[in-house]
């Protein structure tokens, strides 16, 4: 009976969706509409990632490492070596240190 | 979204069509509305990427979701989900039950929201009541509850004998 009684509510007929909808998905559901999107947004990364590139690439000056401290060594025998390496003699003031370069 | 899951919607939209917008009418009350509900639907579901393994329920679900959005921002006109009035599809088959669309209408809106959307997505929508309640995110003992009392009521009030 119940059977019976649900047939009987699926015999009536239901409204049906107006043809504006079905265009309206269509135009939604296109396929070429999402292909077009997807062409423009690879073209722009494409374009992104070469340009990345070439920057990454080009002969650009680059600022120069910094400098590391040069060290020389020499060799100080006697008052000149007193005079350089601490402790430095209480008894005399040492010379201030004046280095030239020779060619 | 790529293209195969593109395709996939379309399918399903013209696959179930008539069962979108029987349930969005009859949650709209509104035939405009209705049709813009599940338009809006399938724009989330476009801008989401990926869809769900079980797809029945949940595209159901989303139309739910933009047609009670739709019935909030809008009057209710009480446009019925069936096909009263007259026919304008000359190659339309005949109503078998004419009057009953009618009568139909009024006594569903005397149940209750729940049960009155139970029986338009099993009857009319064939959904199983294991969709209806993935849809709902009830119990399944909760939709076929909804479902014997609403048939039942829609008997009674119809004049049905059990």
């Known amino acids: 009976m119940k059977a019976d009684f649900e047939t009987q509510l699926r015999r009536v007929r239901l409204a049906a969706p107006s043809a504006d909808l079905d265009r309206r998905m269509d135009s939604l559901l296109a396929p070429t509409r999402q292909t077009s999107r997807r062409w423009w947004l690879g073209a722009t990364a494409a374009t992104g990632l070469a340009a990345a590139i070439l920057f990454l690439l080009s002969p650009l000056a680059r600022s120069p490492a910094p400098t590391q401290p040069v060290v020389y060594q020499i060799e100080a025998q006697g008052l000149m070596r007193e005079w350089l390496v601490p402790p430095f003699p209480k008894s005399q003031t040492p010379p201030a240190v004046i280095v030239t370069v020779i060619r | ?162």
């Open chain 2, 1 to 162: 979204m790529n293209p195969a899951a593109i395709e996939t919607l379309r399918v399903f939209y013209v696959g179930n069509r008539q069962q979108l917008y029987t349930y969005a009418v009859s949650l709209t009350r509104q035939r405009e509305a209705a049709e813009d509900a599940i338009h809006a639907a399938f724009q989330q579901l476009l801008r989401r990427g990926e869809l769900a393994a079980d797809l029945r329920p949940y595209i159901f679900r989303c139309v739910r979701n933009a047609a009670l959005d739709a019935l909030r921002r809008a009057r209710v006109r009480g446009d019925s989900l069936f096909a009263v009035g007259p026919v304008p599809d000359p190659v339309a088959p005949a109503d078998p039950a004419p009057g009953l669309a009618r009568e139909l209408d009024g006594k569903l809106a005397q149940l209750s929201p729940d049960e009155r959307e139970t029986i338009v997505l099993k009857i009319y929508d064939e959904l199983t009541f294991q969709e209806i309640a993935d849809l709902r995110d009830v119990p399944l003992p909760t939709v076929a509850s909804w479902y014997r009392r609403g048939v039942e009521k829609l008997r009674n009030l119809m004049g049905e004998t059990p």
